[in-house]
């Protein structure tokens, strides 16, 4: 079974910065799209970024475009966001999926149906 675990969430004061890490098991992880995404009570959970398993390709929510930014290290099976000028409504539970299914377009990265494995998710707590 491919294990994927976050980390790095807590919290920060607005304006801060963090970055969350996934680390996934396996030695198939370069053959795995990657997404983020977050969840508040009473919402649906929403795609924040995905990094196609070739690197080459991304994508990131317009709520979070030029603030956050999504990469990938093949060499330690991890794959990252690094979260900037944080507002109080990035706050939630970050969670990191695994899509192992064949790539066909970013599009389909941003659809939590789409994935095959998730973690267990990291809490991210913005103070003002």
């Known amino acids: 079974q491919v294990q994927l675990v976050e980390s790095g969430g807590g919290l920060v004061q607005a304006g801060g910065s963090l970055r969350l890490s996934c680390v996934v098991s396996g030695r198939t992880f370069s053959t795995y799209d990657m997404g983020w995404f977050r969840q508040n009570p009473g919402k649906d959970r929403e795609c924040v970024a995905a990094?196609?398993?070739?690197?080459?390709?991304?994508f990131y929510a317009e709520s979070v475009k030029g603030r956050f930014s999504i990469s990938k290290d093949n060499a330690k099976n991890t794959v990252y966001l690094e979260m900037n000028s944080l507002k109080s409504e990035d706050a939630a539970v970050y969670y990191c999926?695994?899509?192992?299914?064949?790539?066909?377009?970013?599009?389909?990265?941003?659809?939590?149906?789409?994935?095959?494995?998730w973690g267990q998710g990291t809490q991210v707590t913005v103070s003002s």
């Open positions: 999926a695994a899509r192992e299914r064949a790539y066909i377009g970013t599009y389909l990265l941003t659809r939590g149906e789409e994935y095959d494995y």
């Open positions: 990094i196609s398993r070739s690197g080459i390709s991304t």
